[in-house]
C-alpha cells in the first residue's frame, strides 16, 4: 500500500491510482480544506466539471477540473458523474482575476445510480449518472424498432442502480394502433414496469411525460433516433440553455454531442440528457443472481430442484418447466439466456 502525507497533521493516507483519471491521487478518506464549497456535477466532458452551486435565488455555475488528491470512496468506477454531490475549492484565473476556476477535491456517496460495465473493461464501472429518482427508457415505434433485449438490460442496471424504470415509447404518430405495442409490451406492465405512449413531434401524451418528471430528476436514456432531443426541446423549449454554452466553452470544441448534461424543467424538476448509445453491458451482476432480476420468473423459482439454479441444464427447472409449458414467455427467456452469455461464472 502507497501512502501520501496530510498536511500540516502529517496522517498517512493511503491511495490508490485511479485508472480513469492518470495524475490524480484518489483517497478514500482525507482533510478536505475548510473553504471548499459543496456543489453538484451538472456536466462531466473528461478531466472538466461543470458544477452548480445553490447559492440561495439563484444558481452559480463554477467550471472545474479533477486534478490533483480526490477524496471518493468509489471503487473501480468513474470517479465524478453528473448528479454526483462534490466538494470544490475555487481558483483565480491567471488570465483573467474576475474569472473564477475551481478544482474538484472530494466527490460524496452515490445514493442511486446508473451504471454500465466500461467498453473494454469488464471490471471497471461507468457511471452515467447518479442521485436521481427515474430511468425513462426512450424507445420508439419504428425508425429504429425497439429492442426488448436492450430494454431488459436497462431494466437491470436500474434496479440495480435504486432508480425506477419507466418506459417511454415514442412515434406514435408513425403507428396505426397503440394495441398492438400493448400487446407486445405488455410483460413490462405485468413486472411493474410503467409504459408512457407518446409523440415527441406532435406532443400527444407530452402530459403524461411532464406529470411523470414534474418535481423529480430523471435520467432520459437510450439509442440514438429515438427522438430524445425533440422530446428535450419539447420540454424545455428551443431556448439556449446557459449550461449548453459553458459546457461548450469547457470542452474547448471537441465532439459535444457525446456528454451527459442536466437541465432544469420550467415546470420543476430536472432532466440528466444522455447521448444515444448502441450497446450496454450490465455491471454488478454474475450469472448466479441474474435470475432475481427477471421477476417474471419470481413464482417458479422457489420450485426449482437446485438453489442456485440458472434455468438452463439444472434438473427439475420450474422455468424451463414453465417455458415448455407456455407459462414462461419465450422471448423473455432468450433475454435471459443472451445477457447470461455475456457474464462471468
Sequence with gaps: MKYIDEKPLGKRIPFRQSRAYNKKLVTKEGNVADNAETAVAVSVIGNSVLAELDNGSEHQYIECTVSGRVVSSHKKST????GDVIQIIRENSSDDPDSQKGRVVSVKQRFTKF???AVGKTNSEHVIASNFDILLILASTFQPSYNKRFIDRLIIAAEIGGVKPVIGLNKMDLAES???FESDLYLY???KVPIIYFSALEGTGIDKIIELTKDKQTLFFG???VGKSTLVNRLIGDSVQRINEISERTNKGQHTTSFVKMLNLPYGGRIIDSPGVREFAVWDVDKLNLAMHYHDFDDYYPNCKYHPC???HEPDCAVIKG???GTVDPERYESYLNILDTLEE
Design 79 to 82: 470517479l465524478v458523474a453528473v
Design 115 to 117: 451504471s454500465r460495465s
Design 178 to 180: 397503440q394495441e398492438f
Design 189 to 191: 406492465s405485468k413486472i
Design 223 to 225: 439509442p440514438s433516433g
Design 310 to 312: 440458472t434455468h438452463t
Design 323 to 325: 417455458l415448455e409449458e
